[in-house]
């Protein structure tokens, strides 16, 4: 008997599910399939197979995928990082391997065809992409199916020590639904990439976040009493706050990464669309 669980995170359908569910799902086959690791530098998680599906979040390079069917160049899987599952274009993924030894630090450094920046890039990695760097030329090391400068890699186990600081980098960068890449971002996108830039774990989704991060922060009614790094949610949205007063989040109102008043976005979205903040979380 199918029990309740989040659709998000369980590799189950009517035809095929995770060999691990068996007992807990029906399904006509079972399989525990194969991980995979995303090569390109990023591949969309869709919830449906086609690239007009919604698109639901990001995988960059260096990722690993259980992969439990691929068809028609679309492979059906979950994340090992965050547990979301959907479906990811074959071509992204290559074989496992080991973790990536370095990530990515800039925003974006981009892929040449050699150890050169006058020659044509052919692609671009973004903030926390995961590679394993080979030896180069100069000041370019090989890794992704080409040369990156390595002054924009650091080692896999340097964590940032502010992950605001990590978000307050991205200010201005355009908002986009399900992205995670420093190309376009959702506002728990913002979030779970800024986390794991400092090394901390985080689920992908609003609800997930404000279920699993930190501890709850009494709100006061002149939302006073908050400090930095503190996490406001409200129903399907939240942000970081920079200070006391002073929100960063990505939201559809300015299309971007902003810093707001939080006074003023509270106002807003209580009106407007979210309704009140549900709860203030604090990491640490």
């Known amino acids: 008997m199918n029990l309740t669980l989040d659709p ?38 869709r919830r449906s197979p086609g690239p007009d599906a919604p698109l639901d979040t990001e995988a960059l390079c260096g990722e690993a995928v259980r992969v439990f069917e691929e068809q028609d160049g679309q492979a059906w899987g979950q994340l090992v990082r965050d547990g979301y ?12 391997g080991p973790e990536p030894t370095h990530r990515v630090t800039a925003l974006r450094t981009f892929i040449y065809p050699g150890p050169s920046l006058k020659l044509p890039a052919f692609g671009h990695l973004s903030l926390g992409a995961g590679v394993t760097p080979e030896p180069g030329e100069g000041d370019y090391v090989r890794a992704a199916g080409g040369f990156v400068f390595a002054g924009h890699l650091a080692p896999a186990d340097r964590h940032a020590p502010d992950f605001v600081a990590v978000a307050e980098r991205l200010l201005g960068t355009p908002y986009l639904w399900g992205g995670k890449k420093s190309l376009g971002l959702d506002c728990s996108g913002l979030v779970q990439l800024a986390l794991a830039m400092a090394g901390i774990a985080a689920p992908r989704d609003t609800d997930m976040m404000e279920q699993a991060l ?18 406001v949610f409200w129903r399907g949205h939240m942000g970081i706050m920079q200070d006391e007063a002073r929100l960063l989040h990505a939201n559809g109102h300015h299309m971007e990464v902003a810093s707001e008043s939080l006074a003023e976005a509270e106002r807003r979205i209580r009106e407007k669309s979210f309704g009140p903040i549900t709860s203030v979380r604090r990491l640490g």
């Open 85 to 96: 599952v959907g479906y990811l274009p074959g071509a992204a993924l290559g074989p496992d």
């Open 8 to 45: 998000r995170l369980t590799p189950a359908r009517p035809d095929l599910a995770d060999e691990r569910l068996r007992g807990r799902v029906e399904a006509t086959r079972f399989t525990a399939g194969e991980r995979r690791r995303v090569t390109a530098p990023s591949a969309p998680l």
């Open 214 to 231: 930190g501890q709850p922060v009494e709100l006061r009614p002149d939302l006073g009493g908050l400090r930095r790094g503190d996490l």
